[in-house]
């Protein structure tokens, strides 16, 4: 096991009914804004109910973040809190609702230039306003960590930061929330948790063997719910698991102490920037691909993570591992997330745009080695086809 620090300062608060405790969670004289996304929170009520239990306090509100939020829009944000003295930021929503909340809540106190917070991946952020949020879709993690993921859309750039300055102080996990989510945000949901699983756990042999197990615990759970999360949208127990496993899944605790990849992540993005692709799709183009490239490097934890949570038994550890790959794939269509970039209207031509994009942010040495390439990532593109 590798050394390490761990913190996760994040207040969770879950269960059916748990936004009446904004009460308590909000300080009593804060100016608030509330931060959501489209329309699904207000027409679905939640933006109601959290307002009603905010109660007498001074609250304003900030709609309209992206999926995939843009610095354009959450500039806007950050203006409304500067002219406004917002104290106290409430993110209403997905992993885009609060990532843009937790840019906003750095950039707004940020001495120069805001775009600067995400060309330093966030190292650069000294203060930021607390905030809290109430997560409607399961799927990053972002309400439990530390990272948010911001889009300039001028620039076609979509780049990671974090600090231990923009964990949520509290987050609110009600599980019926989920229940108006589209099918297709709760297959990407189901993805994204798994995915995040992968990145940390599918690496070399570490001897960290209880992370090894939380882990293989959280992708098999993500096996055995991820269909009826789809085919039962308000059964609650199912909707809370999912909650629960895809908040653990990157809220620090597997990832301490063991190497971590996150090539399938930084590739993604970049067929999110160019093309406009949901992050979890972008995630089940690219991994099935990238794990055959990498098998060799990745060997003795494929065969592991076969066998355990595929019960994978017969054939030499290449079969195994093989085998192990090819369900993961059919997991991610067996829950309606495509993964071939021709399914998305993706061809040869637009591989070279995303590798030269990939160089310019820098990322020519991804993965646990440092040996994921831009012209391993041209191969892997390139059997995604
Ligand atoms: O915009 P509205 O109208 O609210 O609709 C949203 C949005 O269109 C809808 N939605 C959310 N909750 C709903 C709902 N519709 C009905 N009922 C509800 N209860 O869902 C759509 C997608 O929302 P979004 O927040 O974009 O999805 P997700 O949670 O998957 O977040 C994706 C973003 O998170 C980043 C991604 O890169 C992407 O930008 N990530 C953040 C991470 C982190 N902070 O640690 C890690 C991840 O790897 C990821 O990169
Ligand atoms: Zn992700």
Redesign the pocket.
């Known amino acids: 096991m590798n050394n390490f620090n761990f913190y996760n300062p994040t207040r969770i608060a879950f269960g059916e009914g748990k936004i009446a405790e904004l009460d308590k969670l909000v300080p009593k004289d804060a100016k608030v804004l509330v931060l959501?996304?489209?329309?699904?929170?207000r027409r679905?009520g939640?933006l109601d109910e959290v307002t009603k239990a905010l109660g007498d306090r001074t609250v304003t509100e900030f709609g309209g973040i992206?999926?995939?939020?843009s610095f354009e829009t959450l500039m806007n944000a950050v203006v409304q809190v500067r002219e406004q003295n917002i104290d106290f930021l409430l993110a209403v929503?997905?992993?885009?609702?609060?990532?843009g909340t937790k840019f906003v809540a750095a950039a707004a106190v940020f001495e120069g230039d805001e775009w600067d917070i995400l060309l330093k991946g966030g190292r650069n952020i000294k203060r930021a306003l607390p905030f809290g949020s109430v997560l409607?879709?399961p799927?990053?993690?972002?309400e439990m960590?530390k990272?948010?993921?911001v889009t300039r859309r001028s620039l076609k750039a979509?780049l990671p930061f974090q600090s231990d300055l923009v964990f949520p102080q509290f987050s609110i996990l009600d599980p019926t929330?989920?229940y108006?989510?589209?099918l297709r945000?709760v297959g990407?949901?189901v993805v994204?948790a798994f995915v995040?699983v992968i990145e940390q756990y599918l690496t070399y042999p570490a001897q960290a063997p209880v992370q090894d197990r939380f882990a293989e615990g959280l992708l098999l759970t993500l096996t055995e719910i991820g269909a009826q999360a789809l085919a039962e949208p308000d059964n609650y127990q199912v909707r809370a698991s999912l909650m629960w496993t895809a908040t653990l899944a990157?809220n620090g605790l597997i990832g301490s102490g063991v190497p971590q990849d996150w090539a399938t992540?930084m590739l993604g993005?970049e067929l999110?920037a160019l093309h406009n692709l949901d992050?979890?799709q972008t995630l089940a183009i690219v991994l099935p691909s990238m794990l055959r490239e990498r098998k060799a490097s990745k060997l003795d934890k494929l065969v592991q993570y076969g066998e355990r949570v595929w019960g994978i038994r017969e054939g030499s550890a290449e079969e195994k591992a093989e085998a192990a790959i090819a369900k993961t794939q059919d997991f991610f269509e067996s829950l309606g997330v495509k993964t071939r970039l021709g399914d998305y209207d993706l061809g040869e031509e637009h591989i070279e745009p995303l590798i030269k994009s990939l160089e310019s942010h820098g990322m020519t040495a991804l993965g646990e080695h440092g040996d994921v390439t831009p012209d391993m990532c041209r191969r892997v593109l390139h059997a995604s086809l």
């Open positions: 959501f996304g489209g329309e699904s929170a679905t939640t992206e999926p995939n939020p929503g997905g992993g885009s609702v609060i990532d409607t879709l799927a990053t993690g972002s960590n990272g948010g993921v979509k929330k989920t108006t989510l589209p945000q990407n949901g994204d995040h990157l992540h993005h999110t992050h979890a």
